[in-house]
């Protein structure tokens, strides 16, 4: 999808990103459309990551490795599952400059904060943030320029944090496309737990449960695919690393909410069990509101495919046709 946007200012002179999944290579490609940096440095892990970065011009330069694509930096994200960032954060430590930003793009954030900080050498600025955008894609050729457009970046600044800092990065997220939430670390994760985690536990144990079923063979479950599992599985598709990392990193949040969780299914499981038909229909009239308001508020589209085939970039058609390179399993967020 070409992006609309004109030039914006720059905001920073050098970026390092650390990463080029879904986010690290929307990011670039963000960046680089909007002119909000001098130079954009990426790298991976990977080193068919790498190679294909070059070849699609994600950045203005091609890192061998993380801490020589920070060296000079003034805001480096780490674009890697939240279980990376001790060992990126060791890596890159030695190489950041005085007054640098350093961020991520977790959806964890108390983790992020208790691997990094320690590492911070002084007079540098650790900011996590979380744009809370993406797809079931990951590596370099699935990420998008408008990924963040009218999308939320939730930043979660430590306590005594710089403020100026605080609304460089915040500008940074604006000039992406995003609106910017400011919130602590550990609020974050709570909301997070019953917005993002619990969901994708629930659909990673939906559709497992449909597959281990033995008198359900894996052609009808494919064949006889309803709107209600197909639209999980989109969700079970996510990347495996990165959601391991997020309910091990966020694990006391999650299992509170999980907690909550299994106490309403179990009101639900009474209803139906009493044949309390008030019951399920008032519980399902609140949830429907709650769709329409999320479709109002610009985060969805009320059309069949959620959209994607419109706006999001012709990932699975550009997969037959694209060199083939390893998925980056350290990268999508």
């Known amino acids: 999808m070409p992006d609309t946007h004109l030039p914006g200012p720059t905001v920073f002179g050098r970026i390092a990103l650390i990463g080029l999944g ?52 003034d805001l ?8 990376a ?12 400059k005085p007054g640098v930003i350093l961020s991520d793009v977790g959806s964890v954030k ?10 911070m050498p002084a007079g540098t600025h650790l900011i996590p943030a979380h744009p809370v955008a993406g797809t079931e894609y990951s590596g370099p050729d699935s990420g998008f320029a408008t990924l963040f457009e009218n999308r939320w970046c939730i930043l979660t600044p430590p306590e005594g944090s710089d403020i100026a800092a605080v609304e460089r ?14 919130m602590t670390a550990a609020h974050h994760d709570l909301v997070l737990a019953i917005t993002s985690h ?16 033995e008198e359900v063979t894996a052609s009808e479950v494919i064949k006889f695919s309803a709107g209600g599992f197909r639209d999980f599985t989109r969700i079970a598709a996510s990347d495996p690393t990165m959601w391991r990392d997020v309910f091990l990193n966020n694990r006391d949040a999650v299992l509170e909410m999980l907690g909550r969780f299994n106490e309403d299914l179990a009101a639900l499981q009474r209803m139906i069990r009493w044949g309390d038909g008030d019951g399920l229909f008032d519980l399902f009239t609140r949830t429907r509101a709650i769709r329409r308001n999320i479709i109002a508020s610009g985060q ?30 350290k990268t999508n967020s």
Do not use: M
């Open 22 to 73: 879904l986010i690290g290579s929307s990011l670039a490609r963000a960046i680089k459309a909007r002119h909000l940096a001098d130079l954009v440095i990426v790298t991976d892990k990977q080193d068919a990551v790498r190679r294909r970065a070059g070849e699609i011009g994600l950045g203005d330069e091609i890192a061998p490795d993380a801490a020589s694509a920070v060296a000079g930096a």
């Open 85 to 96: 960032n001790a060992e990126v954060g060791a890596a890159i430590a030695s190489s950041l």
């Open 110 to 119: 108390g983790a992020v904060i208790a691997a990094l900080s320690p590492l």
């Open 169 to 182: 990065l915040s500008q940074f997220w604006r000039a992406v496309g995003a609106n910017v939430e400011i």
């Open 76 to 83: 480096v994200i780490l674009c890697v599952p939240v279980g």
């Open 198 to 213: 619990v969901p994708h536990l629930i659909a990673y144990n939906i559709v497992g449960t449909a597959a281990d079923l």
């Open 300 to 329: 969805e589209t009320s059309a069949p495919d959620f959209g994607r085939r419109a706006a999001e970039p012709v990932a699975e058609a550009a997969a037959a046709t694209r060199p083939a390179v390893l998925p980056n399993k």
